[in-house]
């Protein structure tokens, strides 16, 4: 059955969409639980790109890394994101790790001719005189050090998105950036990492982890006790619980996002483009993987009660933008997450173990208004079949940064957490970096504005200037 929706412009077209309950179908991981090894120099906690990203970096240096995964590699957010990988628009505490990130994408191998990263470049474009100020305001303080991010000419524009029905304000393009197909990314990336060494284990919840002299020697899975001298923890929104079981407090919460994907376009632009409540980015096969950009969903769990005094100096500080953006809801991930708060405290099953994977329901609301509005400002758009609708769940952290960091309280325990809906470009740097901590390096970057001691050092937790 094809269900369809008339836009309000004259001249539009009808949008023929897939089955509303189509759900994303993620690639398939070859599932590994045993044997476990009895030890290894690093241990992960966590399979998605950072931690992946982690595994591949250690075994390439011939440490020996056991990675263990709840669910299915990849089977949350990051499979789930719009696959962008950028420098362009990010906080400037981030540039360096997003320069170091972009280089290692730039670098992966192209199995088989196929590449994994395209460099398309991405634009930002202003609809509003809001946004055009935004933009300018960030390459003024951007400065001209970041050649590759540039105030677009009309021309320009539609020579890079070609195909609109509007004259947009200003926009910014980064020629550097583009996107990589999270699925192939994340299947070569865990392919890579073993052909190096590193030990993948799926289906394999870890429950905690145990200390000898203070110092982090084992973690406990359902599969057995892995002995260890690190531990990496890039569970992604799990972090915080898993921290709490050790009486570490980690300020995060949860933030959903609905993404759809398309079916070939016929003509379509070839750049990722951001635009008035759309975004899309052109999949390998001629697809668009297509997202609002200016609407989520904050479920209302035990996490924004718990940590709300520590983001409200961003909330006060980003109100106009959190107040249009945030939709706080009570659905049913928030009422999992006070489910779980009261069955850990009756000592009942713990969540790790019953809940493999968060596949949240997407909103049919936002993305009926994404593609509505991507169809009104790009005809080309106007007859795109939606193939599959999904979400994702975002870890986000009160400053909007990442914590890459060790826990000086416990030594041997690094976190690599909290991307808030950027791990996925930043994963491949990250990866490095975390490799450095585990293994007692020092990092080339500065890493001291994702430190995990900022928030309990007294340090302003505030978003800088990004977009």
Not at 277 to 293: A, E, L, N, P, S
Not at 372 to 389: G, H, I, Q, Y
Not at 397 to 415: H, M, R, W
């Amino acid at each position: 059955m094809q269900i369809g929706f008339r836009l309000n412009e004259p001249a539009a077209r009808v949008v023929e969409i897939a089955p509303r309950l189509s759900i994303r179908a993620l690639p398939p991981i070859v599932e590994e639980c045993c044997p476990l090894p009895h030890k290894v120099d690093v241990a992960i906690v966590g399979g998605g790109i950072v931690g992946i990203a982690t595994a591949l970096e250690l075994a390439r240096r011939r440490i020996s890394v056991a990675l263990f995964e709840k669910g299915r590699l990849g089977g949350e957010q990051s499979s789930r994101n719009w696959g962008w990988c950028r420098q362009i628009g990010r906080d400037r505490r981030e540039l360096p790790l997003a320069e170091l990130s972009m280089r290692l994408w730039g670098e992966l191998p192209h199995p088989k001719g196929a590449r994994v990263f395209d460099q398309c470049g991405i634009v930002y474009l202003a609809g509003t005189d809001a946004q055009a100020e935004r933009y300018n305001a960030y390459l003024d303080e951007l400065g001209p050090r970041h050649s590759s991010a540039r105030l677009l000419t009309s021309s320009e524009i539609s020579e890079l998105a070609p195909g609109a029905t509007r004259n947009w304000l200003s926009a910014v393009h980064s020629s550097r950036d583009g996107r990589a197909d999270p699925d192939f990314a994340l299947t070569e990336l865990a392919a890579a990492a073993r052909r190096e060494g590193a030990q993948l284990f799926t289906n394999c919840p870890v429950h905690e982890f145990e200390t000898t002299a203070g110092r982090v020697s084992a973690l406990v899975t359902d599969h057995g006790r892995i002995a260890c001298d690190s531990l990496v923890l890039a569970a992604g929104a799990w972090s915080s619980t898993f921290c709490a079981r050790h009486r570490i407090s980690l300020p995060q919460i949860k933030v959903v996002s609905s993404v759809l994907s398309t079916e070939a376009v016929e003509s379509g632009p070839k750049t990722c483009v951001f635009g008035d409540g759309f975004t899309f980015g052109r999949q390998r096969d001629g697809g668009y993987v297509v997202g609002h950009g200016g609407i989520a969903i904050l479920p209302l769990g035990p996490d924004v009660l718990q940590f709300a005094r520590s983001f409200l100096p961003a909330l006060r500080q980003e109100w106009h933008f959190v107040s249009s953006y945030v939709q706080p809801r009570m659905n049913r991930l928030a009422l999992g997450d006070w489910r779980d708060r009261g069955r850990a405290k009756l000592g009942l099953p713990r969540p790790l173990a019953r809940s493999r994977e968060l596949a949240p329901k997407p909103s049919l609301a936002i993305l009926d208004d994404a593609i509505r509005r991507l169809a009104a400002a790009f005809p080309a758009f106007r007859r795109a079949r939606v193939r599959k609708r999904w979400a994702g769940v975002m870890d986000v952290t009160p400053d909007g940064l990442p914590v890459i960091s060790k826990v000086e309280a416990v030594p041997g325990l690094v976190l690599g957490t909290g991307f808030s809906g950027h791990g996925f470009g930043l994963g491949p740097g990250a990866g490095h970096v975390l490799a450095d901590l585990a293994t007692g390096g020092e990092p080339a970057l500065n890493i001291a504005p994702f430190r995990f001691s900022r928030f309990s050092d007294g340090t302003p937790l505030l978003p800088g200037l990004r977009f």
